[in-house]
């Protein structure tokens, strides 16, 4: 047994697999005759000799190296394996799936804006999606001097610049500061467009990048909402008698308590002589005018008193 020790077939698979991996690197190992390659659902298999691609496999399922991969590879097609010695490769598992990774300002971001001399904070959160794009610049870039690389690496390395990116496009176009969700799509896109230029470089594609909310402080906040109650109903007048509405039916103005009863009752009674003044302009407005005033009270012709009519009811003489 101990003469044939070295002749023990081995294993290539992905032995750390994580979901959140983008690629993992089987190194410094030397693979023996009968050598089996797994690849697993999701993954594909580069073969690296000298720090060069010599194949990429991407079906999954289990090879014989010797029989099934080594007659694919660039410059190693004619290897054989010795008695004793095998052969020294790398094996590069990249995992081949879209990942989906959250983002958020750590901190809030000044935005330039009119009467804010400091700027205006805001946060903003969403997502976006990366996978691998290019081998050769993946390994090129990143995967010639790492033995593994995960999505909080990617994450870290975006969010580093995802500050200047959102103070870019939010400032571009005059966008309206206190809307910005209105804008988030366009703004999104242009984020999107500018990290994939910077990512493509190390074999990384960005498929996608969404703001989900911007966040504005508390007191910002409250001042929005304001502004977008009162355009809502109008005026002052008729946004003070939507609260009290809406308190009323929320039951905060009733029940055990005197202001309350006493602001319903006076609600209630605003908003009955508004009705009955609505409708004593209705009647009037279809009211015929009383022209009775331009009708003399006896016919100029015969000395018959009128009675209202247009015409005299003794000889028939027009009266208007």
Avoid: H
Avoid at 27 to 46: C, F, T, V, Y
Avoid at 197 to 226: C, R
Avoid at 250 to 278: E, H, I, W, Y
């Amino acid at each position: 047994m101990g003469l044939f020790s070295g002749q023990l077939a081995n294993v290539v698979e992905w032995e750390e697999w994580r979901d959140d991996m983008v690629f993992w690197k089987w190194s410094n190992r030397e693979i023996k005759k009968g050598s089996k390659l797994i690849i697993k659902p999701g993954q594909d298999a580069i073969f690296l000799y000298n720090g060069k691609i010599e194949g990429i496999f991407k079906d999954d399922g289990e090879y014989d190296i010797e029989s099934q991969i080594i007659p694919f590879l660039s410059s190693l097609k004619g290897f054989k394996f010795g008695f004793n010695s095998g052969m020294r490769a790398e094996v590069l598992f990249v995992n081949t799936k879209e990942f989906l990774i959250k983002w958020g300002t750590k901190t809030p971001i000044n935005i330039p804006a009119p009467n804010m001399p400091g700027g205006l904070p805001i946060r903003a959160n969403g997502t976006f999606m990366v996978k691998v794009n290019d081998y050769v610049a993946l390994i090129d870039k990143i995967a010639g001097v790492k033995q593994q690389y995960c999505v909080e690496d990617i994450k870290l390395r975006i969010t580093s610049v995802i500050d200047q990116l959102l103070m870019k496009w939010i400032t571009k176009e005059g966008k309206d500061m206190f809307n910005l969700q209105a804008n988030a799509f366009d703004i999104a896109n242009g984020i999107r467009d500018d990290l994939d230029m910077q990512v493509m470089k190390d074999g990384l594609a960005i498929t996608g990048f969404q703001i989900m909310s911007f966040n504005y402080p508390s007191e910002i906040q409250n001042m929005i909402n304001k502004n977008a109650a009162q355009s809502m109903v109008g005026d002052i007048g008729r946004y003070q008698q939507v609260s009290m509405t809406d308190a009323m039916s929320s039951g905060n103005l009733k029940g055990g308590s005197v202001a309350g009863d006493m602001a319903g009752m006076m609600m209630g009674m605003q908003m009955a002589g508004q009705m009955v003044n609505q409708v004593g302009q209705s009647i009037k407005s279809v009211q015929p005018q009383n022209t009775d005033a331009s009708i003399p009270n006896f016919c100029p012709n015969c000395g018959q008193k009128t009675t209202g009519s247009n015409f005299c009811p003794n000889c028939g003489q027009k009266l208007i």
